[in-house]
């Protein structure tokens, strides 16, 4: 049977992917970096890391994600 990652897992799979690209506080990634996440998890997790203020949606484009001070802390 699979186990479900709670939304805390997905939202630190979401900033590990900043982390593997090495991308700073401030550096933006668009969606397709994120193929790994599963599709069913993936909108679960970054709602979880928009609320713990680890990332954030793009106002004009949402489907890029800017990584916080608070994101960079919690890699």
């Known amino acids: 049977m699979t186990q479900i990652s709670?939304?805390?897992?997905v939202a630190r799979q979401i900033i590990g992917i900043f982390s593997r690209n090495r991308i700073p506080?401030?550096?933006v990634l668009r969606r397709n970096y994120?193929?790994?996440?599963r599709d069913g998890?993936?909108?679960r997790g970054i709602n979880k890391?928009?609320?713990n203020n680890w990332i954030k949606i793009k106002p004009?484009?949402?489907y890029k994600y800017e990584l916080?001070?608070?994101g960079f802390v919690a890699i």
């Open 6 to 9: 709670s939304d805390e897992d």
């Open 25 to 27: 506080s401030g550096g």
């Open 34 to 37: 994120f193929m790994e996440v």
């Open 41 to 43: 998890d993936f909108q």
């Open 49 to 51: 890391a928009v609320e």
């Open 60 to 62: 004009r484009d949402r």
């Open 68 to 70: 916080t001070d608070a």
